[in-house]
T-cell receptor, first 113, second 114 residues
Framework: KQEVTQIPAALSVPEGENLVLNCSFT??????LQWFRQDPGKGLTSLLL?????REQTSGRLNASLDKSSGRSTLYIAASQPGDSATYLC????????????FGSGTRLQVQP | DTGVSQDPRHKITKRGQNVTFRCDPI?????LYWYRQTLGQGPEFLTY????????KSRLLSDRFSAERPKGSFSTLEIQRTEQGDSAMYLC????????????FGNGTRLTVT
């Protein structure tokens, strides 16, 4: 059974700092990995999707990397801003025949002005 | 594009009662998903529809849970004989048929079973 772990559970940084969020998964036979953002009391917003054959994806100040063989992904946020404060979740999809995502518990990020 | 809409936003019910939630996906999206999220945890997959066909169901979806998407547009999730352990946020998401199209989530229905 796939298990997804995110460390740390919470992180507080001053504005302007670059930061890295970590995601690990136990079964490396994934189809893709996605990063989401969730604001308090709201649904999730898709940030980045990395196919299993890819090493990284970039969108603006966000960069996600994937090391499938070691079961790890990182989300790098450059020049953090208070508006980046949210919970960041990673999720893996196992194969083309199934669409279910397995989520980690998230990292709660607070960027202090 | 008005986004994914869920109704109600909050539901408080007594144990043993039945509840039904509604999800209206983005109009052109063929795929619709239900997830459940408890406090401090990531969402857990419940079920997935492509048009009106229910193609995937989690083992989490016990006999008390049923989901429908009768005309391939809106969907309902019903929980019968609610238990306190059913208290959670129920999230709906939709996506297009394009492979790797992003999921668009609604703001969820928060269920409290007393």
């Amino acid at each position: 059974k796939q298990e997804v772990t995110q460390i740390p559970a919470a992180l507080s940084v001053p504005e302007g700092e670059n930061l890295v969020l970590n995601c690990s998964f136990t079964d490396s036979a994934i189809y893709n990995l996605q990063w989401f953002r969730q604001d308090p009391g709201k649904g999730l917003t898709s940030l980045l999707l990395i196919q299993s054959s890819q090493r990284e994806q970039t969108s603006g100040r966000l960069n996600a990397s994937l090391d499938k063989s070691s079961g790890r992904s990182t989300l790098y946020i450059a020049a953090s801003q208070p508006g980046d404060s949210a919970t960041y979740l990673c999720a893996v999809r196992m194969d083309t025949g199934r669409r279910a995502l397995t989520f980690g518990s998230g990292t709660r990020l607070q960027v202090q002005p | 594009d008005t986004g994914v809409s869920q109704d109600p936003r909050h539901k408080i019910t007594k144990r043993g009662q039945n509840v039904t939630f509604r999800c209206d996906p983005i109009s052109e999206h063929n795929r619709l998903y239900w997830y459940r999220q408890t406090l401090g945890q990531g969402p857990e997959f419940l079920t997935y529809f492509q048009n009106e066909a229910q193609l995937e169901k989690s083992r989490l979806l016990s006999d008390r849970f049923s989901a429908e998407r009768p005309k391939g547009s809106f969907s309902t999730l019903e929980i019968q004989r609610t238990e306190q352990g059913d208290s959670a946020m129920y999230l709906c998401a939709s996506s297009s048929l394009q492979e790797n199209s992003p999921l668009h989530f609604g703001n969820g229905t928060r269920l409290t079973v007393t």
